[in-house]
């Protein structure tokens, strides 16, 4: 079973900051915290990862909590291109993903 | 495109028959994984290989299915007497020493009639 838990679904506007949620209370210290997307029909494809800080890249920040029990995604301009599925996992290394039903994320005109 | 590639893309055959995919992971990356994804789920994982090692298997991975890379470069999946069952979306990613990050290839959508 996948250790995290994500909404189902979410909408954004267009040119809005999407904030997508995860929890993960069980995280345990050595495992990072990873995001990927699925737009339909393509492979999964990777955002961004963290352990314990915040970090920033040209896609998208992650902001952990400090207890490291939660964790979000934040798309700061969406547009229409990023309407996909989100996938929260946690892991050491990178090695056994266990992928959850994601977040359905619908970008709006 | 992430560099990991796959072919075919689509599979379509019928109920019996064997099939093959094949998997080109980014060039240098030394971990190979397969995961098999069915409509409206995350995918799920098979299989992973460390150079041509196979080093762990899902329980979902019957005795149909074998994997293979020979020379730890590409890797091929093959499914024999395939099901109506084994109709999916299977991936391949590849991960470099010390990246700790998967990058996953396109796809294969395999539809058994």
Redesign the interface.
């Known amino acids: 079973d996948?250790k995290t838990t994500q909404p189902p679904s979410m909408d954004c506007a267009e040119g809005r900051a999407a904030n997508l949620p995860c929890n993960h209370s069980t995280i345990s210290g050595n495992e990072?915290v990873?995001w990927?997307r699925q737009i339909h029909?393509?492979?999964?494809?990777?955002i961004i990862?963290g352990l314990k800080n915040n970090e920033t890249n040209e896609m998208a920040s992650l902001i952990i909590t400090e207890d490291r029990k939660s964790s979000t995604l934040i798309l700061p301009h969406a547009t229409l291109r990023d309407t996909a599925?989100y996938?929260c996992i946690v892991d050491n290394?990178?090695?056994?993903?266990?992928?959850?039903?994601?977040t359905r994320l619908s970008v709006l005109p | 495109d992430?560099g990991?590639s796959q072919d075919p893309r689509h599979k379509i055959t019928k109920r019996g028959q064997n099939v093959t995919f094949r998997c080109d992971p980014i060039s240098e990356h030394n971990?190979l994984?397969w995961y098999r994804q069915t409509l409206?789920?995350?995918?799920?994982?098979l299989t992973?290989f460390q150079n041509e090692a196979q080093l762990e298997k899902s329980r979902l991975l019957s005795d149909r299915f074998s994997a293979e890379r020979p020379k730890g470069s590409f890797s091929t999946l093959e499914i024999q007497r395939t099901e109506q069952g084994d109709s999916a979306m299977y991936?391949c990613?590849s991960?470099g020493s010390g990246?700790?990050?998967?990058?996953?290839?396109?796809?294969t959508?395999l539809t058994v009639l």
């Not at chain 2, 409206?40 to 994982?45: A, K, N, R, V």
């Not at chain 2, 990246?99 to 796809?107: A, E, L, S, V, W």
């Open positions: 996948a990072y990873y990927y029909s393509q492979g999964p494809q990777y990862h599925v996938y290394y990178g090695q056994n993903f266990v992928f959850g039903p994601g | 992430t990991v971990r994984y409206g789920q995350g995918p799920e994982f992973y991936l990613a991960e990246t700790d990050t998967q990058y996953f290839g396109p796809g959508r």
